[in-house]
């Protein structure tokens, strides 16, 4: 049940508060961040130099002129602030969710390492190389850091109603209940839902199974926007309104202090997928179809093998622990070979450790019949499976028995990042539409691993990987990889 938490909003239900704290937090991201470059482009300053006057060499039409690297480094920090605020690094559109501001971030801090290079080469400035080496990329990730640390304070914010926009739904009770329902499941977006509009409704009420109120007029959507507070209206199905009511509503809103959204019928499409272009008035949304070939595909790939030779160059000592640990603790082979189906349906051999008993695939179908699947229709999963040996239950705990799956990677028959690959027999389970998940590879991790692993419903489990397959991306992947890293130390839905 979704609740109604009207007094978890600072400072009530004024539009002024909603204003001051977008303010406030602006005003928090750019003391950070200058305390953030200040420590890095000075203590590289100090690292390179020590602390020594030094002074960056200047030929040409200026080579009278003397500069200090304090004068440069100060410089530099001046103008990386600029361009953080002018690429919109602290616009509240994009923080909280997704990954628009780290990528903002990444292009604003590339465009500064351009111009720097630019002005040094035409005005024959001479830069100690190691200083611009060190600086900018540690500026960028301790910018990022800073970033997501503040992100995490901001969650926990909106995720009791704080911090957020406070939204007035308009449309049909049905498309306002899915719409309220979906934006209550990421909070951190910051669309905190406090009412719904719902033109031509007979009675006044709740949305279903929420405490959020229905306002059944749409001409007395202003009184509905001040009784809870709304600064924003967003329009989740236009069946019953017009482009003329639409426009009325817009016109409506208090300019700068109110929002209107307009949801498509759209879903799961990612962002860079949509590009709005107007023509003759109208907002045309193109949406791009899914690419699974190219240079994308090429990059993907390349990203693989690199990052696979890596991790199992560093992971080494740990692989050899593990293959330790399970032949002295138990008896039968290190490893586990399953036939599993991969791109386009085709078959191949999964390795991981062996964290079950030798005969665990002979008491699958008595557990089948003894237990009913603890979480997913399909996938079977139990919390407390008695196949598992003690070793095998510390390596699921930390997904170590997947290490070897590295290999598969580095072989092509698997991705870092992809859907789950499935077994023959769950593949007979599916319905048509979840063959889609076949267009790429599957991976060792994936949106079903961060969002709750063996704890999703299989219905949840087909909506993430599906998502992923439509809107995949290199940078989606990267964002993936970090979320594994924090859900295999939360070990949440790991059994």
């Known amino acids: 049940m979704i609740e109604h938490k009207a007094d978890g909003v600072v400072g009530g239900t004024g539009l002024g508060p909603v204003i001051e704290w977008r303010r406030r937090y602006t005003n928090g991201l750019i003391i950070t961040d200058l305390l953030v470059l200040i420590w890095v482009i000075f203590g590289t300053q100090i690292a390179w130099f020590g ?245 994308k595909q090429f990059t993907k790939r390349a990203f693989d093998i690199v990052a696979s030779t890596l991790l199992i160059l560093v992971l080494s000592p740990l692989l050899a622990l593990i293959i330790v640990s399970v032949r002295l603790t138990s008896s039968g082979p290190i490893f586990f070979r399953q036939e599993r189906i991969g791109i386009n349906g085709s078959r191949f051999s999964m390795l991981k450790f062996r964290s079950m008993v030798i005969n665990a695939e002979e008491l699958l179908d008595q557990l089948h019949t003894q237990h009913r699947d603890e979480g997913n229709s399909i996938l079977f999963k139990m919390k407390n499976d008695p196949r598992v040996t003690p070793i095998g239950r510390v390596l699921r705990r930390f997904s170590l028995d997947e290490l070897p799956q590295l290999f598969n990677v580095l072989m092509g028959s698997m991705s870092l990042v992809g859907p789950r690959p499935p077994l023959e027999r769950e593949v007979d389970q599916y319905d048509s539409h979840v063959h889609r998940r076949f267009l790429v590879k599957p991976g060792i991790t994936g949106l079903w691993q961060v969002s709750g692993r063996s704890n999703l419903s299989w219905e949840d489990t087909v909506r993430l990987d599906l998502y992923y397959v439509e809107n995949w991306s290199i940078t989606g992947d990267i964002h993936i990889l970090w979320r594994t890293a924090k859900a295999v130390i939360g070990r949440d839905g790991a059994y």
């Open 51 to 295: 602390l020594a006057s030094s002074d960056v060499q200047i030929s040409g039409r200026f080579k009278d002129f003397a500069l200090s690297y304090t004068g440069a480094s100060a410089l530099v920090v001046g103008a990386w602030m600029l361009l953080l605020g002018i690429f919109g690094t602290r616009s509240y559109r994009v923080l909280g969710t997704g990954t628009q501001e780290y990528r903002l971030i990444a292009d604003s801090s590339i465009r500064l390492f351009g111009l720097v290079a630019i002005v040094a080469f035409l005005f024959k400035v001479d830069f100690a190389r190691g200083y611009i080496l060190i600086a900018f990329p540690l500026g960028v990730l301790v910018l990022l850091l800073s970033r997501w640390m503040w992100r995490q304070w901001l969650g926990v914010k909106r995720a009791h109603g704080e911090y957020s926009s406070r939204v007035l739904l308009v449309g049909s009770e049905v498309s306002t209940a899915y719409l309220a329902k979906e934006l209550a499941r990421s909070p951190s977006a910051g669309y905190f839902v406090v009412g719904a509009c719902v033109p031509g409704g007979s009675v006044a009420g709740y949305l279903q199974d929420t405490s959020i109120p229905i306002f059944v007029s749409i001409d007395r959507l202003d009184e509905a926007m001040v009784s809870t507070g709304a600064d924003t209206v967003v329009i989740a199905s236009s069946e019953s309104l017009s482009a003329e009511r639409i426009r009325q509503i817009s016109w409506s809103l208090e300019p700068g202090r109110q929002h209107l959204v307009v949801a498509p019928s759209l879903t799961d499409i990612g962002g860079p997928r949509i590009h709005t272009r107007p023509v003759a008035g109208l907002p045309l949304i193109h949406v791009e179809t899914p690419r699974y070939t190219g240079a």
